[in-house]
Nanobody, 112 residues
């Protein structure tokens, strides 16, 4: 059973930064960050392979950076220049074969 635990969310002013962390219970090939805002569907924010190939949704390109430390089974999301529209619950995701595994989510609120 894969376990994912997120941390690092919080309240930040527009233009500020936050760093999310995800601790995985073991080595995982493909991981990513998703987010879900109230009344909206969950969407992919960024993904990263075990070889550290990355992919970003257009709205966060140039502002967010996904990374991972394979030795520690950790994944990170550095979020800069945050906007109110980035407000959402952010989820750590792991894809293993045909299954998706999710963390419990961490709230990110961007507001003045």
């Amino acid at each position: 059973q894969v376990q994912l635990v997120e941390s690092g969310g919080g309240l930040v002013q527009p233009g500020g930064s936050l760093r999310l962390s995800c601790a995985a219970s073991g080595a995982i090939l493909n991981m990513g960050w998703y987010r879900q805002a109230p009344g909206k569907q969950r969407e992919l924010v960024a993904s990263i392979t075990i070889s550290k190939r990355t992919n970003y949704t257009d709205s966060v390109k140039g502002r967010f950076t996904i990374s991972r430390d394979n030795a520690k089974n950790m994944m990170y999301l550095q979020m800069n220049s945050l906007k109110p529209e980035d407000t959402a619950v952010y989820y750590c995701n792991a894809k293993i074969l045909t299954r998706d595994y999710w963390g419990q989510g961490t709230q990110v609120t961007v507001s003045s």
